[in-house]
């Protein structure tokens, strides 16, 4: 390692050289790992982050004594290099120590065309990026002896001072000005966005020019060895004869880099520089551990490596390149777990709108359920069913989605909404159905009876117009998008069994139909750990007796609606234990106020008397009973459970006969039974006293015993308050914090899109409590309830099913507290299993 005076920690990059990462950047730390790997890398001097920083407060450098480094009238480049590659930096400046005598030199050497070439790019170079004139004035392609002459003169005038022609005097200013771009507020700005700390800082590199604009075969280029889309390997860059930097990527005249039928590649012209490129690339991937692209320069036949940087990759690269690494032994499985994002999977389980072609947005809202989907614009679920029916995809839009918009849902590729927030009832059924869905799209003017849907810029779309869904970018865009397909392929199944292996806490889905535990199976969750009952009802012919069921007059005339219902609940649990085979399932017992079950308009009220044989007025009458001024907070969950037995009673026996029939024909079932909106611990004494009961009744005329676990969903602040005796009748707790969270705050989950963005801007909320898991209040409640239940029962088990439990930062809390399992939708599994594990190595 050699020193210099005037700065004496500059140093050279040698195998042995004292270089760090955090004081000369990764650039000067990887050039030495190359040259360890005995590259050709040409003599690089590396300018730690403390000398850059005095060089910026107006330090002067003994550029002399540093050129000198370089030998005898040498030409170099400078480049930036901060602690991480993301930060950016400042453009590279090539030929540093052109003058007029050199270009002289150099026409001598390698021809007037080059030498001219060579002396005009660093002229606009020098003028543009040092002396910071106008681009404009300087953007003649074509080298010749005037436009050099030209751009001199151009410079001189600007600069009232002629070009400098001493080289120490070029780079001293050329390090100076780069120094000084590092400390712009822009660039500070742009750095800070990608995670740079604010007192981030940079180094940098001088190296002696390979020189590409020269005689015999020169030219520079860039090769990588896997491709950046799909991550798999595949030689690709290319090459330009008679170029410098990275020259090569933007011309399109450059030649590919192996045998191609559009004509000469590198591999034809110089095959033994090829080889020697595929060794080095070899060797960079096996000892540098990354796929690299490198860069490099061919100087009259002669090959040198001048940089390699991580090859940029899109999510489902990553996971192909961190896997295949793994599989060669080149990283740990840990670290192939820890290369792949956690968030950077919801991109591959569906289809992307592909960044890669333009984008007209019509509309922005919430991201509610992620994904991108195109079709036919409708504005009612009879449409949405209409158009599935002919196979003809299309997109829902609705104010806001109840109930008897479900089989709307399930026909629609995608759900627009005017109104909601993440845990509205759109959002929660579109993230269980995979569905894109964007929420409170409130800037759109929507006119369901004419079929009409204004977008905040005038635009009017109608039914039938064809628009894309991108649910994980929270935007509806005009016309039909260009799609990337999902990438649920092996290694993506390899890369979670890794994951899986290094976790410490379970992961379980929220799976309410057949079809959610088949996706809570494909995406291997351990178990179901919340099923919705009531969504079992929304499908028509249940919709129709389950109706008749809240209509009964009389407990004869339930109990009769009610039987009707049993055999179809019945059916349901047997197929999702089969499904579930041996997994633990948790079953929730009914939930949401009856009137959501009720018809929404006059239309539908009259098919409901229709139905039932009664008076419209009847009807309508009965409806209005029902309805309540705050639903939310009214007659629901357990509420009912308490004042209509009836209902939970059918569901146990419908749970309990499942058990065991599913028994019968394999291994034993034991259902968790799981009551929701508990408040008091006398509502689970009574609602366990009744299921005991149907229990018992079920072991005495089937003959056959079997076991459950009851336990209780922790909704309300008092529950959590109470835990220590709620826990006595408990065998679980799990924590619903979507409406725990509504009642921490006092804050509708169905209305709080509305103004949450403003609440967010303001800095009221950090961010949107029913997205990101309030810690301080709502997880305060998780910990008392955690810790006031465990006092009570030491093996209670312990677990969250509200929409945050797929989201990392409420895993890394509920790990941290202790929980047994987070659940989540299914589409959210992989990413919970790999961000556990995250958490775990
Ligand atoms: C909850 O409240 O967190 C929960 C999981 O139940 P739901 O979303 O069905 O109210
Ligand atoms: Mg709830």
Request: glycine share 8%; net charge neutral.
């Given at each position: 390692m050699q020193k210099f005076d005037a700065f004496p920690d500059f140093a050279e990059v040698t195998p042995t050289g004292r270089i760090s990462a955090a004081l000369h950047g990764w650039r000067a730390k990887c050039l030495q790992r190359l040259v360890r790997l005995d590259l050709p890398v040409p003599r690089t001097v590396a300018l730690p982050a403390t000398a850059v920083r005095a060089i910026a407060a107006g330090h002067v450098v003994d550029c002399a004594t540093l050129l000198a480094i370089f030998g005898d009238a040498p030409l170099v480049s400078v480049r930036p290099s901060p602690a991480n590659p993301d930060w950016g930096g400042p453009a590279t400046i090539l030929n540093v120590g052109l003058n007029a005598a050199r270009h002289a030199a150099l026409a001598k050497l390698h021809g007037q065309p080059a030498a001219d070439a060579?002396?005009?790019?660093?002229?606009?170079?020098?003028?543009?990026?040092?002396?910071?004139?106008?681009?404009?004035?300087?953007?003649?392609?074509?080298?010749?002896?005037?436009?050099?002459?030209?751009?001199?003169?151009?410079?001189?005038?600007?600069?009232?001072?002629?070009?400098?022609?001493?080289?120490?005097?070029?780079?001293?200013?050329?390090?100076?000005?780069?120094?000084?771009?590092?400390?712009g507020t822009s660039a500070r700005l742009l750095r800070q966005a990608k995670g740079a700390p604010a007192d981030a800082a940079l180094g940098l590199v001088v190296q002696s020019m390979a020189q590409g604009i020269a005689g015999g075969i020169s030219g520079s280029g860039v090769i990588q060895f896997v491709d950046p889309v799909s991550g798999h390997p595949q030689i690709t860059g290319r090459y330009?004869?008679?170029?410098?930097?990275?020259?090569?990527?933007?011309?399109?005249?450059?030649?590919?880099?192996?045998?191609?039928?559009?004509?000469?590649?590198?591999?034809?012209?110089?095959?033994?520089?090829?080889?020697?490129?595929?060794?080095?690339?070899?060797?960079?991937?096996?000892?540098?551990?990354?796929?690299?692209?490198?860069?490099?320069?061919?100087?009259?036949?002669?090959?040198?490596?001048?940089?390699?940087?991580?090859?940029?990759?899109?999510?489902?690269?990553?996971?192909?390149?961190?896997v295949a690494l793994a599989d060669d032994h080149v990283i740990t499985r840990d670290e192939a777990v820890m290369r792949v994002e956690p968030r950077a999977l919801s991109e591959l389980l569906h289809h992307q709108v592909d960044p890669r072609g333009p984008r007209?947005?019509?509309?922005?809202?919430?991201?509610?359920?992620?994904?991108?989907?195109?079709?036919?614009?409708?504005?009612?679920?009879?449409?949405?069913?209409?158009?599935?029916?002919?196979?003809?995809?299309?997109?829902?839009?609705?104010?806001?989605?109840?109930?008897?918009?479900?089989?709307?849902?399930?026909?629609?590729?995608?759900?627009?909404?005017?109104?909601?927030?993440?845990?509205?009832?759109?959002?929660?059924?579109?993230?269980?159905?995979?569905?894109p869905c964007v929420?409170?799209?409130s800037g759109l003017r929507l006119d369901s009876k004419d079929k009409k849907l204004t977008a905040a810029d005038g635009r009017i779309f109608r039914e039938g117009d064809r628009i894309t869904l991108d649910g994980t970018a929270g935007e509806a865009l005009a016309g039909e998008a260009a799609m990337l397909p999902p990438a649920l392929d092996e290694n993506f199944r390899k890369l979670l069994h890794w994951a899986d292996q290094a976790r410490d806490i379970g992961i379980r889905a929220n799976a309410d139909t057949p079809a959610d535990a088949e996706l809570a199976r494909r995406f291997e969750a351990e178990g179901i750990g919340l099923c919705r009952t009531e969504h079992m009802f929304f499908d028509e012919d249940r919709l129709v007796v389950m109706r008749e069921m809240i209509f009964a007059d009389t407990p004869q005339d339930r109990a009769a609606a009610l039987d009707r219902l049993l055999p179809m609940q019945r059916a349901d649990f047997v197929q999702l234990f089969e499904?579930?085979?041996?997994?633990?399932?948790?079953?929730?017992?009914?939930?949401?106020?009856?009137?959501?079950?009720?018809?929404?308009?006059?239309?539908?009220?009259?098919?409901?008397?229709?139905?039932?044989?009664?008076?419209?007025?009847?009807?309508?009458?009965?409806?209005?009973?029902?309805?309540?001024?705050?639903?939310?907070?009214?007659?629901?969950?357990?509420?009912?459970?308490?004042?209509?037995?009836?209902?939970?009673?059918?569901?146990?026996?419908?749970i309990f006969e499942a058990t065991v029939e599913v028994g019968r024909r394999g291994d034993p079932v034991v259902p968790e039974i799981m009551i929701p909106l508990v408040s008091a611990r006398r509502e689970v004494e009574l609602v366990k006293t009744r299921i005991d009961a149907v229990a018992a009744t079920v072991r005495n005329h089937s003959g056959q015993a079997f076991d459950y676990r009851l336990g209780v969903m922790v909704e309300t602040p008092r529950a959590a308050l109470r835990a220590g005796e709620i826990a006595q009748h408990s065998a679980f707790l799990s924590f619903g914090t979507n409406d725990l969270t509504q009642m921490t705050y006092g804050l509708s989950r169905d209305d709080a899109g509305r103004f949450m963005n403003t609440y967010v801007q303001q800095g009221v909320f950090p961010e949107d409590p029913f997205h990101t898991l309030d810690v301080d209040g709502v997880g305060e409640l998780l910990l008392i309830g955690a810790d006031r239940g465990r006092r009570t029962r030491a093996d209670l088990v312990v677990s969250i099913c509200g929409e945050h439990g797929g989201n990392p930062e409420s895993i890394a809390f509920c790990r941290k507290a202790g929980f047994d399992y987070v659940s989540c939708s299914p589409f959210r599994v992989p990413l919970a299993r790999l961000a556990a594990a995250h958490l775990a190595i």
């Open positions: 060579l002396y005009l790019r660093f002229v606009q170079s020098y003028a543009t990026h040092v002396a910071r004139l106008d681009p404009d004035m300087f953007d003649s392609r074509e080298a010749s002896p005037e436009s050099i002459r030209d751009a001199l003169r151009k410079y001189e005038h600007e600069m009232e001072e002629p070009f400098p022609e001493d080289p120490a005097r070029q780079l001293s200013e050329v390090l100076r000005s780069m120094a000084r771009a590092w400390e330009l004869g008679q170029s410098q930097g990275r020259d090569a990527l933007k011309r399109t005249e450059a030649l590919y880099l192996t045998r191609d039928l559009r004509g000469p590649s590198l591999e034809d012209i110089a095959p033994q520089i090829f080889a020697d490129l595929v060794a080095y690339g070899s060797a960079c991937r096996a000892r540098l551990r990354e796929e690299m692209q490198i860069e490099f320069t061919i100087e009259d036949g002669r090959l040198s490596v001048l940089d390699a940087v991580r090859v940029q990759r899109s999510s489902r690269a990553g996971l192909r390149i961190a007209d947005v019509f509309a922005r809202g919430i991201a509610a359920s992620p994904g991108a989907a195109a079709g036919a614009l409708v504005f009612s679920s009879a449409a949405a069913q209409s158009f599935a029916s002919r196979g003809e995809p299309c997109i829902l839009v609705r104010r806001e989605t109840a109930p008897e918009d479900i089989r709307g849902m399930h026909s629609a590729v995608g759900v627009l909404t005017e109104r909601g927030g993440v845990t509205s009832h759109a959002a929660v059924i579109a993230r269980g159905l995979g569905v929420v409170g799209a499904i579930m085979r041996g997994k633990p399932v948790c079953i929730r017992l009914f939930d949401p106020p009856l009137h959501e079950f009720l018809p929404q308009s006059r239309e539908g009220l009259r098919d409901l008397a229709e139905a039932l044989d009664k008076p419209l007025s009847d009807v309508t009458r009965r409806a209005e009973a029902l309805a309540e001024f705050n639903p939310m907070l009214g007659m629901r969950g357990v509420r009912l459970g308490v004042v209509l037995p009836e209902i939970y009673n059918m569901q146990a026996q419908a």
